[in-house]
Each structure stands twice: as structure tokens, then as C-alpha cells.
């Protein structure tokens, strides 16, 4: 049998593997490059992200804890603004009720004419006096009509006109003496935060109208205290002995009613000056 053509079936070329470089004992092959430049493109990556992406991240990280630190913060600050904001309304608000207090209290103004509002008052329960005066009388006998003087001088008026005795403003024990409160009378809240000024006043009237007038010293305008109130009746009245038949010809029984009246002022700031912050009761 021939062989045609060129064709040798048994050159020794076609026998040979191809002559791939060998490195370090291995022989590259196609297949071993492939593998190599594989792992050679993740070892890049690797440190590209190493090199490049890990550092830009922590600086990310970094940046978002710092923006969420400052947020924060702000956040903070805008929650401390508008409690100063409600503190300062807080301020405002006690300082106009400490005001709308202040305007109860009595004034210098006011106790100028404290003795002039009291004589007004005591005049008007006497309005009616000449009245009742007169239905009285016509109730009592003719010998009474008669002797109207002697039988008032004996028993007492058969109608008691109001009077005011006495108006007596109490000096104080020396001139640099301060009339601030620091005896707890009125509770030790007021200690060092108020002052009086402090009258001694006798009335007299029937018992309607001392009532009256009690009510009606309550009802001005200064803040006044009434304190160690006594009273006493006309002994006169009480040797009065009534006439048969005519039971309306009864004195009226004279009340003689002593008390001393405080008024309370809030402090100037030189009575402010003088109080000392170790004072009784004064708080430091």
C-alpha cells in the first residue's frame, strides 16, 4: 500500500506536545495562564478594594457618624432653644401675676386717705340716724318725750350715732427701725417679703353698725388686717329697765370696739436694702 501525496502518517512533528514555557516547574499551558491570570485579576481586586475602596469607606462611615452627630446636636439645641423659649414665658407670665399681686397691697397713696375712706365709712351708717332716732321716741311714753336728755344721759341714746374715736398710727420703736415682717404673724412665707404700717382705731356704734363697718374695712381698696379686736358695751344700757306697754322705747346698746388695723405694703428697694440676709426668717 502507497502513501499519496505529502501526507506522512508517521513524521515525528505530529507526535510532539506544543512547547509551552514552563515557571517555576509549571508549565503554562493555556488552561494554568487562564487559571493564573484569574487569580492574578483577583488579587487586583482585592487590592484595589484594600487600597482604594476600604479607605473611602471609612471616610464615608466617618462622614455619616459626624452628619448624625450634628443632627443630633442640632436637634439638641432646638429642643434647648424652646425650653428657653418657654422659660421666658414662664418669666413673663410670674412677673405680670406678681404684678396683678403686687396692685392688692396697699400703697403709700393709699394709706393717705385710709383715715379719710374710714371716717366716710362710719359717717354713712348714720344716714338713718335722725329716722330711727324718731320711731323710738314715738314708741316711748309721754314723760319719756318730755324728758328725752335725761333719759338718754341715764340709759344711753335711743339711737347710737357711729363715731370714730380714734386713728392712731404706731410709731415705730426708733427712726432706723424697719417695719418689715420677720415675726411670722402672717405665716414665714411673708418674712422679709412684706412690710406694715399698723393703726390703732376705736369705733362705736350699735351692733349693726360696727358690723358694717368691719365688713365694709374689708372691702377697701388696701390690703388691711384687722388684729386683737375687742369689744365692750355702754353700761348704761344694761341698767335699763323696760316700760310696760311700750316695747319699742329700748335704748340701743352702745358698742365700743378697739382693734389694731395692719395694712400691708410690698418692700421699696430701700426697705429691701435694710433687710439683712441673715435676718430672722429672711431666706438666703
Do not use: H
Not at 517555576?24 to 487600597?51: D, I, K, M
Not at 340709759?155 to 418689715?180: C, I, Y
Amino acid at each position: 500500500m502507497t502513501a499519496g501525496g505529502d501526507f506522512i502518517p508517521s513524521d515525528p512533528a505530529f507526535d510532539e506536545s506544543p512547547d509551552y514555557p514552563v515557571v517555576f516547574g509549571l508549565r503554562l499551558t493555556p488552561v494554568v495562564t487562564g487559571v493564573l491570570l484569574a487569580l492574578l485579576g483577583l488579587a487586583g481586586a482585592g487590592a484595589l478594594l484594600y487600597y482604594l475602596v476600604l479607605p473611602e469607606w471609612d471616610t464615608y462611615q466617618q462622614l455619616k457618624t459626624k452628619v448624625e452627630q450634628t443632627e443630633l446636636e442640632i436637634q439638641q439645641q432646638q429642643a434647648i432653644a424652646q425650653k428657653i423659649d418657654a422659660a421666658r414665658k414662664d418669666l413673663e407670665q410670674a412677673k405680670q401675676q406678681r404684678a396683678d399681686v403686687l396692685t392688692l397691697f396697699a400703697n403709700e397713696s393709699a394709706l393717705d386717705t385710709l383715715l379719710l375712706d374710714l371716717n366716710r365709712q362710719v359717717d354713712a351708717r348714720n344716714a338713718d340716724l335722725a329716722r330711727r332716732r324718731e320711731q323710738k321716741l314715738a314708741a316711748c311714753p309721754a314723760i319719756v318725750q318730755q324728758n328725752v336728755q335725761e333719759f338718754e344721759d341715764q340709759f344711753g341714746p335711743l339711737a347710737t350715732r357711729a363715731e370714730l374715736k380714734t386713728f392712731k398710727p404706731v410709731e415705730q420703736k426708733s427712726p432706723t427701725s424697719s417695719a418689715v415682717i420677720t415675726d411670722s404673724s402672717y405665716g414665714p412665707q411673708v418674712n422679709g417679703k412684706l412690710k406694715r404700717q399698723t393703726a390703732t382705731v376705736e369705733l362705736v356704734g350699735n351692733y349693726e353698725q360696727t358690723s358694717a363697718i368691719l365688713q365694709s374695712i374689708e372691702r377697701l381698696q388696701p390690703l388691711l388686717v384687722i388684729r386683737n379686736l375687742t369689744s365692750t358695751t355702754d353700761t348704761k344700757a344694761k341698767n335699763f329697765i323696760p316700760l310696760p306697754g311700750t316695747p319699742g322705747c329700748v335704748p340701743d346698746t352702745r358698742i365700743t370696739t378697739e382693734f389694731q388695723l395692719d395694712a400691708l405694703l410690698p418692700l421699696s428697694p430701700a426697705d429691701k436694702a435694710q433687710v439683712s440676709p441673715t435676718q430672722p426668717g429672711q431666706p438666703k
